[in-house]
């Protein structure tokens, strides 16, 4: 029966690197290098590790975006609901109280301007949202 040689122990270089795509995402990519590996094939394997991290982070901001885009959507939806409301009690209010045309009073000439202004920033919100899914999705894209 052959003798056994012992087995050489090289030393090896470890690399971890943490991942973080959200409050709750993350994960650990681990590898191992002999001593003597060149640099140029280290800084490509980390950069490898790097591109797979940031595809997947870019990932999970579309689901986030998706969700917050879907958010976003059924507030204006109802948010123009009640400012169509709040108009038409103001309207009822007039027909109810008062002759001639239609005109708004003070306050709630401001409160109406208030809520188109809070409707008009979360259309732009909205929009920039999209553009941001688009880019995402775009990218996503470029990866397959």
Known sequence: MPEETPAVKVPLLGISIEGKFNQSRSVVFQTHF??????KELYKKFSEVCEIMDRREEFYLLKGLKITLERD???????????AN?????????????????????????????QRGSLKALKERIEKVKSEIRELEELQKAYE
């Open 34 to 39: 002999p001593l003597d590996t060149d640099t």
């Open 86 to 114: 709040l108009e038409q009690a103001y309207q009822n209010e007039w027909d109810t109280s008062r002759r001639g045309p239609f005109k708004l009073a003070g306050q709630q000439k401001t409160n109406i301007e208030n």
């Open 73 to 83: 959507e059924a507030t204006y939806k109802n948010q123009a609901e009640m400012v």
